[in-house]
């Protein structure tokens, strides 16, 4: 079989585990053997960590697949995948590794499963260097599910760093074939919307300051607009360990959806969060794209696996997206081209993403 693996550069362009993820799921839905070598080469810890081995754990028992090379820092895997079949699988990082990372890596494979899913998701809910749980089900579910299927995302507890101890149980069905997604129209912003939250032994009224600080700094941007941001207090019994965050959502005419979000940490004052996710979200809004920046990369292999044309309106391309686009091609039949959107508005800065998807046909249906 050897002769026949695709060989996968781990350590070019991002250079994280989002290669390690777009391979696997693309090795996994099209049959194909993978060799990943270099495994986060770009990274201070090289090599697999706990939330990698345990995506790649599910993903060999989602398809009665082999892997070698899956320990604890390994910098390289071969994984030969086998047949689809859905089902029951739990995948637990046993650290605050994000559970948001584990459900990118399952959620491409189990839509072309032979039968329905749950996956028990075990990990950090909300995470450094990873999408929020929140954004998860805010953002990225009611805009993923415009490829024309839909899933339900439970959260059942939240863990936070360095425990973990949180668990999601994801629930999808199979699709015949994903349709294509035209995100081109920003319209304009009708409401924003959000929640802090705090959990363990922080008081409630630290995540009401995070909530004030993001709204005063959305008003000096944004006057007429009501702006809702829910300061919450995770319940005890619904939250491991202690924890913070804020995450905000602006909702466009059209229905796009962009988001701004930030976590806290030990002596970092609250006012701080709030602002850092009303700057994100107000940089996300100002290059007049359907999408932000965290959602951008999420897309790519959705794109590459429906059928049709695809566009979505961007901002700046990011390096993960740039990453994306790269191993889809590589391993999908799918062509993308990026290209500056001709604007009314010079100061925007905005790209279409299109792509030629593959059309993949679930062989079980």
Sequence with gaps: MDGDRVEI???????????????TALSCLLGLPLRVRRIRAG????????????????????????????????????????KIK?????????????????????????????SPSELRLKGGTNAEMAPQIDYTVMVFKPIVEKFNFTFNCDIKRRGYYPQGGGEVVLQMSPVKELSPINLTERGTVTKIYGRAFVAGALPVKLAKDMSAAAVRCIRREIRDLYINIQPVREPDDQAVGTGSGIIIVAETSTGCLLAGSSLGKRGKNADKVGIEAAEMLLQNLKHGGTVDDSLQDQL?????????????????????????????EQLTKA?????????????????????????????NL
């Excluded at 550069?9 to 391979?23: A, F, H, K, P, Y």
């Excluded at 201070?44 to 960590?49: E, T």
């Excluded at 990082?93 to 072309?112: D, N």
């Design 9 to 23: 550069d781990g350590g070019i362009m991002e250079g994280g585990g989002q290669i390690l993820r777009v391979s």
């Design 43 to 82: 990274r201070s810890q090289p090599g697999l960590r706990p939330q990698h081995l345990s995506g790649l754990e599910m993903v060999r028992d989602l398809c009665d697949g082999k892997l070698n090379g899956g320990e604890i820092g390994s910098t390289e895997i071969t994984f030969t995948p086998g």
């Design 86 to 114: 859905g089902g029951a699988h739990i995948a637990d990082t046993k650290t605050a590794g994000s559970v948001c990372l584990l459900m990118q890596v399952a959620m491409p494979c189990v839509l072309f499963a032979a």
């Design 300 to 328: 790519i292999i959705f794109m590459a696996l429906a059928k049709g044309v695809s566009r979505v309106k961007s901002g700046p391309i990011t390096l993960h997206t740039q990453t994306a686009i790269h191993f889809a």
């Design 335 to 363: 062509k993308f081209t990026v290209t500056k959107s001709e604007e009314e508005n010079p100061s925007n800065d905005t790209y279409i993403i299109e792509c030629q998807g593959m059309g993949l046909i679930n062989p």
